[in-house]
């Protein structure tokens, strides 16, 4: 497995932007889909936004399609979310997660970061 440490939260005013950031170390990077997901309080883990591992494929949840971006550097080992046009309904916190797989998928990720809070407010 990959460890995963996000950071870039924090609390911003609603239409404000955020760029969270995702270092990984252990193992080739480029060989994992990368994934952000987010768990607001008394709500499941969403599946928010998902990169391929040259970065030419990228999918989004629809909440968030248009708003947010998903990106990543291999040779820095770092996968990125872009936050634009924040919504309080954005609020969440917000984890990096990784897996090795030929299939690009929202489920089956095994890598997870500890998370970072992203409040949003109006």
């Known amino acids: 497995q990959v460890q995963l440490a996000e950071s870039g939260g924090g609390l911003v005013q609603a239409v404000d932007s955020l760029r969270l950031s995702c270092a990984a170390s252990?193992?080739?990077?480029?060989?994992?889909?990368m994934g952000w997901f987010r768990q607001a309080p008394g709500k499941e883990r969403e599946f928010v936004a998902i990169?391929?591992?040259?970065?030419?494929?990228?999918y989004y949840a629809d909440s968030v399609k248009g708003r947010f971006t998903i990106s990543r550097d291999n040779a820095k080992d770092t996968v990125y979310l872009q936050m634009n046009s924040l919504k309080p309904e954005d609020t969440a916190v917000y984890y990096c997660?990784?897996?090795?797989?030929?299939?690009?998928?929202?489920?089956?990720?095994?890598?997870w970061g500890q998370g970072t809070q992203v409040t949003v407010y109006s």
């Open positions: 997660a990784a897996k090795r797989a030929r299939v690009i998928t929202t489920q089956g990720y095994d890598s």
């Open positions: 252990g193992r080739t990077f480029s060989s994992y889909i």
């Open positions: 990169i391929n591992w040259s970065g030419s494929m990228t």
